[in-house]
């Protein structure tokens, strides 16, 4: 491992216990924060979520302004719930109606930015078990504690979780067989984030309205990437936030996942000036299953859309500059 990475380590890594709920609403001043949930057909868990933020960081203490939840196509009442539980639900494809409908998390998230007031966002996936509100706190200390500091990645110990059946630190498959492995070959000073796929993390707004958002799952590694780019090393700090558990996608979903990955690290490789390349990738996947006849072969396409930095967005820029 590079020195500056162990040094980033011991400089920028904390825990969420290190940051008190007392200490964060005396370093909050005037700054808002709003806490945001993409989620589709998250019905079973977005309401404990949501209801966790609102009673500990809303009623009971004012540190979050406001939680959106952006309802990503659900088909079940992921929006009704979210709703009864005190979220606002914005319609995805509703918010910046005149700039078309991408898919994904990542378009989720972007549209988020239009749909927010904070100056600092904390995002938190709608999947998640066992979630506390330590999550949040955790993910805003070190942006509250130091303007240096502009993106916060949560990290955390991830079971894989398969009906009885429980692996301790077998979770994470595709950060532990496709993002880590790319990141330490082509980005080895960012080889100590331990979580750069984990979808807990907080920005601040000025530094997220400048960087573009891949749609789909691409979303994290890119805006790390882009981050590391603009921002450098030191802009970046990780919260441990304990243990992480949600719910699992199929291995076949998740090879999808992982070819949208690899475009995305892919194409800021070439953007970055990491790669002189001689011809683009494919975005075609074939995956096989054994069927009656033989193998039946299913060909995904994990191209990755990408949107513009937000700032770029007119209705956008118009509306922030009547809110400075
Ligand atoms: O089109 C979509 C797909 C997903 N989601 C939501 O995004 C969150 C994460 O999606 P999920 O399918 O649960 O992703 P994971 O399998 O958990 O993937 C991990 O790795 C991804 C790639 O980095 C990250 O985007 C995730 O946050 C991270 O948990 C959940 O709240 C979803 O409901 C949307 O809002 N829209
Ligand atoms: O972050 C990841 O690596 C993917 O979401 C897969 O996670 P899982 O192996 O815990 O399902």
């Given at each position: 491992m590079l020195p500056e990475v162990a040094s980033w380590l011991r400089r920028r890594t904390s825990a969420a216990a290190d940051w008190p709920l007392e200490a964060l609403l005396a370093a909050k001043g005037d700054a808002r924060v709003s806490v945001v949930l993409p989620a589709r057909d998250e019905e079973r868990t977005v309401g404990a979520i949501v209801g966790a933020i609102r009673s500990d960081l809303v009623e009971r203490a004012p540190l979050v302004d406001e939680i959106v939840v952006v309802d990503s196509r659900s088909t079940d009442r992921t929006a009704e719930v979210a709703e009864a539980a005190g979220a606002d639900v914005v319609v995805q494809d509703l918010v910046l109606p005149g700039h078309g409908r991408m898919s994904g998390k990542g378009e989720a998230l972007w549209k988020s930015l239009a749909a927010t007031t904070g100056d600092l966002l904390v995002f938190v996936d709608a999947d998640l078990r066992g979630f506390t509100s330590s999550y949040v706190t955790g993910l805003l200390g070190p942006l509250l504690d130091d303007p240096d500091v502009a993106y916060v990645k949560g990290c955390y110990d991830r079971p894989l979780v398969t009906g009885e059946r429980r692996v301790e630190n077998g979770g994470g498959r595709v950060t532990e067989l496709v993002a880590r492995p790319v990141i330490n070959l082509?980005?080895?000073?960012?080889?100590?984030?331990?979580?750069?796929?984990?979808?807990e993390y907080a920005g601040r707004r000025s530094v997220l309205e400048r960087l573009p958002f891949v749609t789909g799952y691409g979303v994290e590694i890119g805006l790390l990437l882009d981050v590391y780019q603009e921002e450098?090393?030191?802009a970046i700090a990780q919260v441990d936030l304990g243990r992480r558990t949600h719910s699992h996608q199929s291995t076949e979903a998740l090879g999808i996942m992982s070819g949208q990955i690899l475009l995305t690290a892919w194409s800021r490789l070439e953007r970055h000036g990491r790669m002189l390349p001689m011809e683009a990738p494919a975005t075609a996947l074939a995956q096989f299953h054994r069927g009656p006849d033989g193998h039946d072969v299913r060909v995904s396409d994990v191209g990755v859309g990408e949107r513009p930095p937000?700032?770029?967005?007119p209705e956008y820029a118009a509306d922030r500059t009547l809110l400075r």
């Open positions: 082509h980005w080895p000073r960012l080889a100590g984030v331990m979580q750069p796929l984990g979808g450098g090393l030191d937000m700032i770029e967005i």
